[in-house]
């Protein structure tokens, strides 16, 4: 028996040693109980069993070892420590995404500390039979927010986890008391099991490319689908989903976004019935840690639909991984670390499982499209929509010829005001994005040129009309909107640019017979409040849906006609290196949410820039992305070489650029010319921190590896001068 045990804790630290008590059984994966510091005592996993005793003080016994089995494999310790390589962070900062929250209990001391065990979960049930036609109507007009939870319940089949229920205590009793539901408990069980189903039948187009995908695969890991929106991606995918469960595989559905998946799950457990598992991190933490252990004691043949945290579920065996919308920028975690991006990650765990990898979207990432050309990916293309739907056609909108003519008003062209005219006469539907929330992004007092800034951040206030309020978007400050210039005392403030609320209010003026509804970070507070207006614009009770760039997502309503882009100038207004790129799928993942099989749909953009280059040829795919690559390769950027941004934050301005400077220094003795920076970026101080940046660009030829090795040694070396020590420093790897 070895004596003792590198242990990683959730902690951005390395593995410490505890010592392995006498007697005590212990294994590499073990989740076990340590004392860290004076008053904590965490969950670690056993990482590696030793005779070495440590270099300085001596060990802490190991107090107790946790569940029946171990809580990761070799595989998942495999992968967790990819991730911490490649993200350059620590394996306990894995941890913490990695695993569910409760499965990692913490304590102050031992006596409190407590292990998991599965608790049952409270259920409201809908009587059906006393949801009458009558009761319905009434509580429509009387109580519709009660009225919403019962749809609510009825919509998921008659059952619904208390806490997805949007009603509080009072309500909820008196609903009980009205024999309207009743309050029960469950078990939640991971069920494997499916009969084999009735899949759809693929069209012609779709047999041929669900071919070229299994011929891809048959001697690479990875295939793309290209497919345009509504060409049936998901009808090849649960091909190759039945496939794997057929043979007693995992599967692995990856999407950018939970929220946006309603729609999906319901089609997949349409087919595959129980068998669907959805994670993500809006289950509560009991459901997650009890999917999680179901999963660590079923066999394999489970299918889960998740977001990127389902990538660290204990799969046996796992055939196949689907990265559905894999352009989306929301794979990448942003904040904290790891900083991974799921597609990526997903290919990795591919790899390590000896599965097989596909990646679908209608408008591919450049680095997706390049692996393709070179060869690395196999590939398939889809150009036409399922059931001969025409693509939309695409109107470049002049707002400059627009104002001059005097055709503008209210933020609208005239193309634009005509085709919503049409559409509202028609009886057709209308989305207008805008890809900023609230009323306007800042108020600016003409006599004097004053505007609101946030006292913690550098950046303006934006108006939100609704709350009243004036709110920071990056730390959240808000105050009460002013209408009087506070620094002259005699300008009156005046809303610039347009956010949402301001395009509702618009449209309010221009179509006042029209009803509008509005979607965005405001008003999509919740996945309820999300699916409560999704669902009823897809019933056809608004005419007009405004929104951010959650518009764009996944979404699927048959009497869209027309799709108006407010401002596509300030989608290409961002100063980095993906603007463009972003922008154009942006224009045309939104172009894809319109027409239908009778009818083409219309997309209007509005721009000052009419020239853009990337508006000649928004529509031909290849066209920009060789444009695109041909310009990225010849300034240096993704994906011809990997960049690794370096953050350097603190309350400290001085002794950040102080920091910096030095850094800086230290990485161009062993990089070279392949370091930029230290520089402020555009926002340099958010929650009261400064910022500056340094960024590290390593051609894709030489050893990536060997680099963040490098980064992490100079990083060290730069914390061993004291002052430095509270600086926080962190790597961005292949930033978005
Ligand atoms: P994508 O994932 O490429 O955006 P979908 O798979 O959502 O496209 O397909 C778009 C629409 O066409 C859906 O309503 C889908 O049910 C329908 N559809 C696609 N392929 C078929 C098929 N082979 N049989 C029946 N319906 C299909
Ligand atoms: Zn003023
Ligand atoms: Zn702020």
Not at 288 to 306: A, H, P, Q
Request: aromatic fraction near 8%.
């Amino acid at each position: 028996m070895s004596r003792f045990a590198d242990i990683v804790l959730p902690l951005a630290q390395p593995a410490y040693t505890f010592a392995v008590g006498e007697g005590v059984q212990v294994r590499v994966g073990d989740a076990v109980a340590v004392q860290f510091g004076k008053n904590a005592v965490y969950t670690g996993v056993v990482w590696r069993l030793h005779d070495t005793p440590p270099a300085k003080g001596t060990a802490k016994p190991i107090l107790k070892v946790l569940y029946d089995k171990p809580l990761l494999s070799e595989l998942q310790m495999r992968f967790w420590e990819w991730v911490a390589d490649y993200y350059i962070c620590s394996v306990g900062e894995v941890m913490r995404v990695a695993l569910p929250s409760i499965i990692k209990a913490k304590a102050r001391c031992e006596e409190e500390f407590s292990e998991y065990t599965p608790k049952r979960e409270v259920v409201v049930l809908l009587v059906a039979e006393a949801f009458t036609e009558d009761v319905r109507e009434k509580m429509m007009r009387r109580a519709p927010k009660r009225y919403e939870a019962l749809c609510a319940i009825e919509n998921a089949g008659g059952v619904l986890p208390r806490h997805l229920v949007e009603l509080d205590a009072a309500a909820l009793k008196a609903l009980c008391k009205a024999g309207l539901v009743e309050m029960g408990e469950r078990d939640y069980k991971l069920n494997s099991e499916w009969s084999k189903t009735l899949l759809p039948k693929l069209s012609d187009a779709q047999s041929k490319a669900l071919k070229e995908i299994r011929n891809g695969l048959s001697d690479k890991r990875v295939a793309l689908l290209h497919g345009v929106t509504s060409s049936g991606k998901t009808e090849i995918y649960t091909h190759l989903i039945e496939e794997r469960l057929s043979r007693g595989e995992d599967v692995l559905f990856l999407v950018p976004e939970i929220s946006l998946t309603t729609q999906l799950v319901e089609r997949m457990r349409g087919l595959f019935g129980e068998s669907v598992t959805v994670y993500h991190s809006k289950l509560t933490p009991n459901q997650r840690t009890k999917l999680y252990t179901d999963m660590l004691s079923s066999e394999s043949g489970n299918f889960v639909i998740g977001a990127r945290s389902a990538l660290f579920l204990p799969y046996k065996k796992l055939g196949l991984v689907v990265v559905d919308e894999e352009h989306d920028s929301s794979y990448k975690q942003t904040e904290p670390n790891p900083r991974y991006n799921g597609r990526d990650a997903a290919i990795m765990l591919a790899t390590l499982h000896n599965a097989k990898c596909v990646l679908g979207s209608a408008t591919p990432s450049l680095e997706s499209f390049a692996n393709y050309l070179s060869g690395k990916y196999g590939y398939t293309r889809l150009t036409e929509r399922y059931g001969g739907v025409e693509m939309p056609e695409i109107v470049i909108s002049d707002t400059v010829r627009n104002v001059k003519r005097n055709e503008r008003k209210l933020h609208f062209n005239k193309e634009l005001l005509d085709g919503i005219a049409e559409r509202l006469e028609n009886n057709e539907q209308v989305i207008l994005f805008q890809n900023r929330r609230g009323y306007s992004p800042y108020m600016e007092c003409p006599s004097c040129g004053w505007s609101a800034r946030c006292p913690h951040c550098n950046v303006t206030l934006s108006a939100h009309q609704q709350k009243g309020r004036m709110i920071c978007h990056y730390c959240g400050y808000n105050e009460p909107i002013q209408h009087y210039c506070p620094n002259c005392k005699t300008g009156e403030l005046r809303p610039m640019g347009f956010g949402t609320e301001r395009v509702e209010e618009a449209v309010a003026e221009l179509f006042p017979e029209a009803r509008v509804l509005r979607l965005d970070g405001d008003t999509a507070t919740s996945s309820a409040a999300y699916n409560r207006i999704i669902g009823a614009f897809a019933r056809h009770e608004a005419d007009i849906l405004v929104g951010t760039q959650i518009v764009s997502k996944g979404l699927d309503f048959a009497d869209v006609t027309l799709i108006g882009i407010l401002n596509g100038d300030n989608l290409l207004a961002s100063p980095d290196f993906r603007a463009e790129e972003r922008a154009w799928q942006m224009i045309m993942q939104v172009a894809g949410r319109s027409g239908r099989r009778d009818k083409r749909g219309e997309v209007v953009v509005q721009t000052a820039e009419p020239t853009h280059s990337i508006y000649a040829t928004i529509g031909d795919y290849d066209g920009v992305a060789t444009k695109l690559l041909a310009e990225r390769k010849q300034f240096g950027y993704p994906p011809f070489v990997r960049i690794v941004k370096v953050t350097m934050r603190s309350t400290n301005q001085k002794l950040l650029v102080d920091a910096s400077l030095q850094l800086g220094e230290q990485l161009r003795n062993r990089f070279g010319r392949r370091v930029l920076g230290p520089v402020s970026p555009l926002i340099d101080r958010v929650r009261g921190e400064w910022r500056v940046e340094l960024m590290l660009k390593v051609e894709v030829e030489s050893s990536f590896a060997k680099a963040r090795a490098i980064l992490r040694d100079e990083i060290a070396l730069l914390r061993t001068t004291k002052e430095f020590r509270n600086i926080t420093i962190i790597c961005d790897v292949d930033i978005l």
